[in-house]
């Protein structure tokens, strides 16, 4: 009843305070621009010299977010161990080395501090989903997935945002979206962490078809129709590995896709677009200094849905495309004579 878990979330509240952030890249310094809004330091750990160097001296991170004052409370370290003394811990590394990082702090972390998931793929040798690389390695902490539409230079930048934060245990999540929310920065709570991240995933792939569509000059019309159908492979793959409905047609899912598919500020968006516009996937990716998820995801969710005999000939078709190097013109004629059926 809604007494009792009034009770349970009064009973377990905490207010973090002591919070850092593993992953110094855009999404990860704007995460860390808006905790140090709330009046506390942030220690954010960064692989690379130069970006520790760049926000320790100037408060800039020069590669990932240049031309953004950073608040002076944002501390970054080189040593993962340096950034393990918390109470809360941001996990914003790319998706694919996950696993790496969390092997490397699992013997150092303790056991009660919560881990927010904020990476949006799939692992591509395991197939396994962020939250069940984080269980399998660090299984007695707490866990939670950010995901949502949010660009890290709206963020930054104190553009209103609205997200996502999914948390099994409703009483920490309610926590940590306390310590985290701004009057710009809105978690909306969820206890569907698998559809959060499948949302957050998929869009992903959907954005390049969509950027393909429109590097290839398909016009409006096409890529709503694709934005449209990919939202039914996210619903499909969602709800066959256990998430909800409810939360894909919110901000992880819907809302996530319809900002991905509709901005070149996607790095997803632009990469569809140069492959649209005919360079294969090693020139499109040329000079990108962050990760477009997608292109991994795409491998992922390919084997995923094969996998689990779920129809998402858009996604198919993107990682024909990346991986398989298909001529775009044969894959565009084989999504167009697909045979007619219900919508579903």
Known sequence: NSWGFK??????????????VIGAGAWGTALAEVISRQGNQVNLWAREADVVKSIN????????LPNIKLSKLIIAQNDLNDVLDCDLLLM??????????????????????????????IETKTLSLMSEIAESIIPNNPLAV???????????NNK????????????????????????????????DVIGAQIGGATKNVIAIAAGVVEGQNLGDSARAATIARGYSEINRLA????????TLAGLSGMGDLILTCNSETSRNFSLGMKLGQGLN????????????????????IDKLSKKLGIEMPITNAVNDLIERNRSLGEIIDDLLSRPIRREK
């Open 7 to 20: 009770w349970l979330i009064k009973k377990n509240y905490h207010h973090y305070k002591r919070i850092s």
């Open 57 to 64: 001296t100037s408060n800039t991170n020069d590669l990932y």
């Open 92 to 121: 914003v590394t790319p998706a694919q080395f996950m696993r790496s990082i969390l092997d490397d702090l699992k013997g150092s972390l303790i056991e009660e501090v919560p881990i927010v998931l904020c990476s949006k793929g």
């Open 146 to 156: 950010l995901s949502g539409p949010s660009f890290a230079i709206d963020v930054v």
């Open 160 to 191: 209103p945002t609205a997200v996502t934060l999914a948390c099994k245990n409703p009483a920490i999540g309610k926590s940590i979206a306390d310590s985290i929310n701004l009057a710009t920065f809105r978690p909306y709570l969820s206890e």
């Open 239 to 246: 709800v066959a590995l256990g998430g909800q409905e409810e």
């Open 281 to 300: 996937a090693h020139e499109a990716t040329d000079n990108l200094s962050s990760v477009a998820e997608g292109m991994y995801s795409a491998k992922a």
